[in-house]
T-cell receptor, first 115, second 113 residues
């Protein structure tokens, strides 16, 4: 049973460029959440996708956008990169809410460096 | 903002119990207490969660005070591999989606040989 997978593992971009990160959820999960983790900080919620729609969004600008595909995999896109976007980007998958046990399972993350 | 308060760091001797406290004085009646940990350079890992009763699983025990304003995560026999940042999170479960996790800075637990 594969867990949450993310690609690529590491990425280096320059300011102003655009980046796409990918996530495949754990088998049987249909909800995907994205988090940004700056160095020394806890992860910060970006947004969540369920049934191919964005259901919740954190305090991130419109430069951050996403998509969920029919197979539940997801992409995170960031436009007009700036230095402050350098971080570990984490994807987490889960079952739909309302269940007694509804933990989120995290992938290993994508380390993005913006130069 | 995170709704929990945790000490920034703690130390524990290998083989001893590690007791990690968390304050969540503004917790609502429908909010659960979740614990995750993050080992260096990995994604966070779910440990345990509870509503008002104490909980135990193969990884840890969770003790929640009767007024639910604080809790303690207990690792009964800490090993070097338990060295990680431990996050205490309060979160509601609701129909139709999985509520986001709001992380604070957590507690950096160092298990010493």
């Amino acid at each position: 049973d594969a867990g949450v997978t993310q690609s690529p593992t590491h990425l280096i971009k320059t300011r102003g460029q655009q980046v796409t990160l990918r996530c495949s959820p754990k088998s049987g999960h249909d909800t995907v959440s994205w988090y940004q983790q700056a160095l020394g900080q806890g992860p910060q919620f970006i947004f969540q996708y369920y049934e191919e729609e964005e259901r919740q969004r954190g305090n991130f600008p419109d430069r951050f956008s996403g998509h969920q595909f029919p197979n539940y995999s997801s992409e995170l896109n960031v436009n007009a990169l700036w230095l402050g976007d350098s971080a570990l980007y984490l994807c987490a998958s889960s079952l739909p809410g309302g269940r007694a046990r509804n933990e989120q399972f995290f992938g290993p993350g994508t380390r993005l460096t913006v130069l | 903002d995170a709704k929990t308060t945790q000490p920034p760091s703690m130390d524990c001797a290998e083989g001893r119990a590690a007791n990690l406290p968390c304050n969540h004085s503004t917790i609502s009646g429908n909010e659960y207490v979740y614990w995750y940990r993050q080992i260096h350079s990995q994604g966070p890992q779910y440990i345990i969660h509870g509503l008002k009763n104490n909980e135990t699983n193969e990884m840890a025990s969770l003790i929640i005070t009767e007024d639910r304003k604080s809790s303690t995560l207990i690792l009964p026999h800490a090993t070097l591999r338990d060295t990680a940042v431990y996050y205490c999170i309060v979160r509601a479960n609701f129909q139709g989606g999985s509520e986001k996790l709001v992380f604070g800075k957590g507690t950096k637990l160092t298990v010493n040989p």
